[in-house]
């Protein structure tokens, strides 16, 4: 798979939120806080964001780095660095 | 699958080291006067799990290690959380709340969360847990069928959830928030709940509640109609106490960590009545599940009793060992899961992750306690929700003719699991609905909805619901409620709930609506009414799929046949459809 680009992460990660919380706003998101909660993405709906993440985008994110998904661009950041591993 | 054996001195060691023989010698007055009760004999929760151990020269010990999301710990002795609960007394009195009135929370598991409830426990409040997963409508609903008077919640979920509700709540007198976001001014007519603890005395005389006063009102779902509140008493506190030393195996000296959200009624029961008022302390941990996460805090809190539920057992499952084996659990003593059947897998697992078997154990709201479990000195046998507790006789009983039921005395036979009324935690009503809860009980028994079978040597497996409430996540969800707010779409002519089987949370509530005239079905509109539910009926009770169909199956009548719907999603023979309406 090409290395997706920073924006084409983002689209990525926003079309698989919106699968599973199609009212989610993006844009009301407070970047320096928690974007779960904020989205109200429930452990559940969290398990199935990153089954669709890897499917799009290729990247699998190991339960030991969930810690680094708290916010939305961190997520973004570990995703795009991810890819090249 | 195999019977997991309990050793010899495991068995000695345990609070429940003889079943058998506790199980006769036992006597709930036995219980009751371990505790300390009040003047003309009253009896308060709050002071049992609080004051109580203050007054005996306990108060420097730690009664919750808070654990922040972001990596803040903090450490909260009983003599603190007493002095901040009675502040929180006081200010319900100088706001003119009244003993009996009703106190709703809703907020993450914030410390401010815990003062609230033990600080309107301890004013004679009736203190009523809203989850923070909850959306608008299910809060709505909730507070007003609890006609509160309180509500203490955080300025970003009042804005999202309770702002755009707040005008049909007239009931509602004044709410208290904790400011959790970065706005200037508090939200319009809320009060800020820090100010008004700083200017309340840390001193409190305990309202002399007496043991049949109404002390929390849990919500729980039904198949039809509005959600039910089960109200339990004071009283409850001595169930908590008994089974929370049985059941779990709690001591003082315990460091307990129960996973559960005060949402619900596990982490109202486990996650802070009965650990308190054993003495122990409890660890308290804002974050959502995180596998690896949830690890470190076993191992460095040193957690030696933990009582977790089994979809986050099945999340773990997914990354096999290799993560839990990555730490040393050497305090961990005993582990316990709620909320739904434990597969055995599940069972097994805990042996091969910590070194320790997970008991399963089985109530409900109604039930107010830990009613059938697994207990640390007595064989498992994985898959088995266990024997009912000292001072609970559990049945399966068979329907009579007539309306009647009776015990079915012989072993492996499927019928509804009942137990004999009149334990101290039983719920005392139905809020508002006498009907609804007489027709709990038949005789002596009380019925409780699910579908079991005892074996041979008494223990109990679940076997269903007997009704078509979805449990998710171990959470009972009322088709209903979600039908409802499906219905409010102006495209939705119908709608049918169902839970629909899931390996991790048990069941997904999957919804099935036909469309009126007019509408046509598209990916854009099922997205559409999936966003719909979600806003207003919030993570924990919308849909997580959605169909659209023609048409649904219903009777003569008119009614869906959720049954009906299920079994096709499944597969399944369609059973019994003489009552199916024949499409035109």
Not at chain 2, 129 to 135: I, R, T, Y
Not at chain 2, 203 to 226: C, M, Q, R, V
Not at chain 2, 438 to 447: E, P, Q, R, S, T
Not at chain 2, 468 to 475: L, N, R, T, W
Request: aromatic share 8%.
């Amino acid at each position: 798979m090409a290395r997706l680009s920073r924006d084409e992460i983002r689209s990525i990660v926003i079309d698989c939120v919106s699968e599973i919380a199609p009212e989610a706003d993006f844009d009301a998101l407070k970047p320096e806080r928690p974007w779960r909660e904020q989205l109200e993405i429930d452990s559940f709906d969290f398990q199935n964001l990153l089954a669709a993440i890897e499917t799009r985008a290729g990247v699998t994110v190991p339960e030991m780095d969930y810690a680094k998904l708290a916010l939305f661009d961190e997520m973004l950041d570990y995703l795009e660095a991810r890819q090249a591993a | 699958m195999e019977i997991i054996r309990k050793s010899a001195p495991a068995s000695r060691a345990a609070v429940l080291g003889d079943y058998d023989a506790i199980r006769v010698s036992f006597d709930w007055r036995g219980v009751r006067s371990s505790l300390d009760g009040l003047p003309g004999d009253g009896l308060n929760i709050a002071h049992e799990a609080l004051d109580r151990h203050v007054a005996a020269g306990h108060g420097d010990r730690v009664a919750m290690r808070w654990l922040g999301r972001s990596g803040e710990r903090r450490l909260i002795s009983y003599a603190a959380l007493s002095a901040a609960s009675a502040r929180f007394a006081n200010t319900l009195s100088a706001l003119g709340v009244a003993r009996g009135d009703t106190v709703f929370v809703l907020a993450g598991r914030i410390p401010e969360l815990y003062v609230a409830i033990l600080g309107a426990l301890k004013h004679g409040c009736v203190v009523s847990p809203l989850f923070s997963a909850f959306g608008p409508e299910p809060i709505a609903t909730r507070i007003g069928i609890g006609q509160g008077r309180v509500l203490v919640t955080t300025t970003s979920l009042y804005r999202r959830k309770v702002a755009p509700v707040r005008d049909g709540l007239d009931c509602l007198s004044h709410v208290l928030v904790v400011r959790d976001d970065d706005e200037p001014e508090l939200p319009a007519g809320t009060l800020e709940l820090g100010p008004l603890l700083d200017a309340a005395s840390p001193e409190y005389a305990i309202a002399a509640t007496a043991p049949e006063d109404p002390a929390l009102l849990h919500f729980t779902s039904g198949t039809t109609g509005k959600p039910k509140g089960a109200l339990h008493v004071h009283e409850a506190v001595v169930a908590h106490l008994a089974t929370g030393r049985f059941a779990l195996d709690l001591d003082a000296a315990d460091v307990f960590w129960c996973t559960a959200d005060p949402g619900w009624v596990t982490g109202m029961s486990y996650g802070i009545i009965a650990p308190l008022v054993i003495g122990a302390t409890l660890v308290v941990d804002e974050a959502e599940f995180d596998a690896e996460r949830w690890y470190r805090i076993l191992e460095d809190e040193g957690v030696s009793v933990w009582y977790t539920a089994p979809t986050a057992i099945r999340m773990m499952m997914r990354g096999g060992t290799t993560g839990a084996r990555a730490h040393r659990f050497d305090n961990l003593r005993f582990i316990a899961s709620v909320g739904e059947p434990l597969n055995p897998q599940a069972v097994t697992w805990g042996v091969e992750a910590f070194g320790l078997p997970i008991h399963d154990n089985w109530w409900q709201s109604e039930t107010g306690g830990i009613m059938i479990a697994n207990y640390a000195a007595m064989d498992i046998r994985p898959g088995s929700m266990g024997k009912p507790l000292p001072g609970i006789d559990a049945a399966i009983v068979r329907h009579l003719p007539g309306g009647g039921v009776e015990p079915v005395t012989e072993p492996d036979v499927e019928g509804e699991l009942a137990l004999r009324k009149g334990w101290p935690s039983m719920f005392r009503a139905y809020l508002h609905e006498d009907e609804r809860y007489a027709k709990c009980f038949v005789g002596d028994w009380y019925l409780t909805g699910d579908l079991a079978r005892r074996d041979a040597d008494g223990y109990f497996w679940f076997v269903g619901r007997a009704d078509d409430v979805i449990k998710s996540a171990g959470h009972l969800i009322g088709p209903f409620e979600v039908e409802s707010a499906l219905m409010e779409h102006p495209a939705v002519a119908e709608a049918g709930v169902i839970g629909k089987p899931d390996p991790t949370v048990g069941e997904v509530v999957k919804a099935f609506v036909a469309l009126k005239p007019g509408f046509e079905a598209s990916e854009a509109l099922r997205r559409e009414l999936l966003g719909f539910a979600r806003k207003r009926l919030g993570p924990a009770v919308a849909p997580k799929e959605i169909d659209i169909q023609a048409s649904l199956p219903k009777t003569r009548s008119g009614k869906i046949m959720r049954r009906l719907l299920k079994a096709r999603e499944l597969g399944l023979p369609e059973g019994d459809t003489s009552t199916l309406e024949q499409s035109s």
